[in-house]
C-alpha cells in the first residue's frame, strides 16, 4: 500500500492466547486492503495485536470486535493513535523480529538482508494472522520438518507430494516445498489467508512448487486428486484435528509422517487416541512455549521392525521356522 499522508493505529498488549483469538477473529472482520492486523511478542512472552488503518476507524466498533474475541479488559485496554506520513503496511511489520527454527528463518523484508547464506529465509509480508513463525505451533511445524528434511522418511521418496491444511500465510508450505524440493498443496477456507498464501508463495520463489487452494477441509476434489500425500501438516486446533482424524490417515501416504499442531500441551493426548484408531503412531513430540507439536506415521503390519519381531515371535512359539511359515502363506 502506498505511503499516505497519515494513518491510524489501535494496540494493546495481551497474552498468547487471546493474541491468537484476536488475530483469527479481527483478520476475518477486515478487508486486508483496508486494515492490517499484525502481532508481535517481547522478549518477556507478552503479545501486542496492533492494527493499522487507512481511514480513522471507528473506534466503539473496533472494541466491541476485540471484546468478543478475547473480553472486555482487552477491549478496553484498546489504545488509538495517529501516525504521521508513512508507509504504514511496512510499519505494521517492523515489530516483528526473525525467527529461527531449525534451518529456517521467518523473517519481514526489514531484515532479508541479515539471513545467513546457510540458512533458509522464509519472507513473510503480510502478517494476517498466526504463521510469521513467532507461534510455538509455526515453530514446532518448522522444527519437525527441518528434522524430516535432513532423514527423509520413505514416504518422501521422489514421487512424494506434501499437504498443509489450513495454510494461513503459507509458511509451512513454502518452507517444505523450498527444504524438500517437492510439490506442496496448500488449503485454507479463509479467502485473505488464500491470497496471502499466494503472494508469499511468489515472494520466496516457490510459486511453481506450491498451489494454494481454497478448501473447507477435506470437500475440494483437487484435495482428493493429488493425493495420497507423503507429508501432511494440519496445524489448527483440537476440535478440527479430532473430526479430521479419518480423513487425514486416508489421504496419508503408507509410508508418510502427519505433523500436528495447534495443541496445547493437555491437548495432545487427546489426539494421539484419535489418530492411534487410524493406524497413526507417535515418531516424535515436540514442545514449545507450552504449545505440542506431533509427528506421526503409518504402523502398518509387515513395515515395521516391531511388527517383524512379533511374527518372529509367534513362529518360534508354534516351532515354525522361517520356510515352514511361507510353506503356510505366514
Known amino acids: 500500500m502506498p505511503p499516505s499522508d497519515a494513518s491510524y493505529r489501535a494496540c494493546v498488549a495481551t497474552s498468547e492466547g487471546k493474541a491468537r483469538h484476536l488475530l483469527d477473529a479481527l483478520s476475518e472482520s477486515f478487508d486486508s486492503t483496508e486494515v492490517v492486523v499484525a502481532a508481535s511478542e517481547d522478549q518477556n512472552g507478552l503479545w501486542t495485536v496492533s492494527l493499522h488503518f487507512r481511514d480513522p476507524p471507528n473506534a466503539t466498533a473496533v472494541r466491541a470486535l476485540v471484546g468478543l474475541a478475547a473480553g472486555p479488559e ?15 503496511v511496512e510499519a505494521s511489520l517492523q515489530g516483528l523480529t526473525p525467527v529461527a527454527a531449525g534451518r529456517f528463518i521467518v523473517h519481514g523484508a526489514h531484515d532479508r538482508e541479515t539471513v545467513p547464506a546457510n540458512r533458509i529465509g522464509i519472507e513473510i509480508e503480510a502478517a494476517l ?3 510469521t513463525g513467532h507461534h510455538g505451533t509455526t515453530r514446532g511445524c518448522l522444527v519437525a520438518l527441518d528434522r524430516l528434511a535432513m532423514r527423509p522418511a520413505r514416504g518422501l521418496g521422489a514421487n512424494a507430494r506434501v499437504l498443509d491444511l489450513g495454510t494461513g500465510s503459507g509458511v509451512l508450505a513454502i518452507a517444505a516445498a523450498r527444504a524438500l524440493r517437492r510439490p506442496v498443496l496448500a488449503s485454507d477456507n479463509d479467502p485473505v489467508a488464500v491470497r496471502a498464501a499466494r503472494a508469499n508463495a511468489r515472494l520466496n520463489r516457490a510459486r511453481a512448487l506450491v498451489e494454494v487452494i481454497r478448501a473447507d477441509g477435506f470437500k475440494a476434489p483437487r484435495l482428493h486428486a493429488r493425493a495420497p500425500f507423503g507429508l501432511v501438516f494440519a496445524n489448527i486446533l483440537l ?4 473430526r479430521m482424524a479419518v480423513s487425514i490417515a486416508r489421504i496419508a501416504a503408507p ?3 502427519v505433523v500436528l499442531s495447534g495443541l496445547l500441551a ?12 487410524q493406524g497413526l503412531v507417535l515418531a516424535r513430540r515436540i514442545d514449545l512455549d507450552g504449545w505440542v507439536t506431533l509427528v506421526l506415521h503409518h504402523s502398518l503390519p509387515g513395515t515395521s521392525a516391531s511388527y517383524a519381531r512379533l511374527r518372529r515371535a509367534m513362529r518360534r512359539r508354534v516351532g515354525v521356522g522361517p520356510v515352514a511359515a511361507r510353506r503356510h502363506g505366514q
Not at 485496554?77 to 506520513?85: D, K, N, P, Q, T
Not at 476440535?239 to 479430532?242: F, I
Open 266 to 277: 493437555a491437548q495432545a493426548n487427546a489426539v494421539l487416541a484419535a489418530y492411534r484408531a
Open 74 to 88: 482487552t477491549a478496553n485496554a484498546l489504545a488509538f493513535e495517529r501516525l504521521g506520513a508513512t508507509d504504514w
Open 255 to 257: 509410508n508418510g509422517c
Open 129 to 131: 494472522a498466526f504463521g
Open 239 to 242: 476440535g478440527p484435528l479430532k
